[in-house]
Nanobody, 126 residues
């Protein structure tokens, strides 16, 4: 069983930065894909970014390209989402998710992931 715990959310002014962390436990993450999703108030959950754990391949939603960076630290079994140049429309609950895929590519749909963290609130004020 895999457990994911997010941290690093908070309140920040527009243009500011935050770094979210997703600590994974329960097994080695080799062969997994880790994704970040967000759910703005009153809206559906949406894909933000994902990374293949073994190869480090990444992809991003168009709305965050150039501002958000996903990464992982194999030694700490932890994923990160560095968020720069934040905008009020980035306000949402952010979730990390994981799926064992055995070296398959990026997963974009939330229904593809079977492990989820509890979520962390990010609020960007204008």
């Amino acid at each position: 069983q895999v457990q994911l715990v997010e941290s690093g959310g908070g309140l920040v002014q527009a243009g500011g930065s935050l770094r979210l962390s997703c600590a994974a436990s329960g097994r080695t993450f080799s062969g997994f894909v880790m994704g970040w999703f967000r759910q703005p108030p009153g809206k559906d959950r949406e894909f933000v970014a994902a990374i293949t754990w073994s190869r480090g391949n990444t992809d991003y939603a168009d709305s965050v390209k150039g501002r958000l960076t996903i990464s992982r630290d194999n030694t700490k079994n932890t994923g990160y989402l560095q968020m720069n140049s934040l905008k009020p429309e980035d306000t949402a609950v952010y979730y990390c998710a994981a799926k064992y895929t055995f070296l398959s590519g990026i997963l974009y749909s939330s229904t593809s992931y079977n492990y989820w963290g509890q979520g962390t609130q990010v609020t960007v004020s204008s």
